[in-house]
């Protein structure tokens, strides 16, 4: 159906690292931006990172740079999300998304979302 999945998640303590991946079904993926947006128990989803199809730009939200690194194969059909230095306010689902119209920032540029992948970092 063209679904993204997310997996790479789980537990960690504070200062470890995870890699996210996010792979694609679709033939297309390789010419999509892709986001990675979290979302906590509680809070709204919050943008994390946002690379272009080609992998030459990339975004960050302020509290993730210098400790997160967005990068992508398109050969394979896979978009990473490097997380290094975990801190416990890391701790939330996150979910990878390239089906959007306007603003990459805004989560409600988004038609659709994925399940996820769940990250839990301990203090």
């Known amino acids: 159906q063209g679904q993204l999945v997310e997996s790479g998640g789980g537990f960690v303590q504070a200062g470890g690292s995870l890699r996210l991946s996010c792979t694609a079904s679709?033939?297309?993926?390789?010419?999509?931006?892709v986001a990675w947006f979290r979302q906590a128990p509680g809070m709204d989803r919050l943008f994390v990172a946002f690379i272009t199809s080609n992998g030459l730009n990339t975004d960050y939200t302020i509290s993730v740079k210098g400790r997160f690194t967005v990068s992508r194969d398109n050969a394979k059909n896979k978009v990473y999300l490097q997380m290094d230095s975990l801190r416990p306010e890391d701790t939330a689902v996150y979910y990878c998304?390239?089906?959007?119209?306007?603003?990459?920032?805004?989560?409600?540029?988004?038609?659709?979302w994925g399940q996820g992948t769940q990250v839990t970092v301990s203090s």
């Open positions: 998304d390239s089906d959007f119209s306007g603003l990459y920032r805004h989560p409600g540029s988004y038609r659709s």
């Open positions: 679709r033939s297309t993926f390789s010419g999509e931006s």
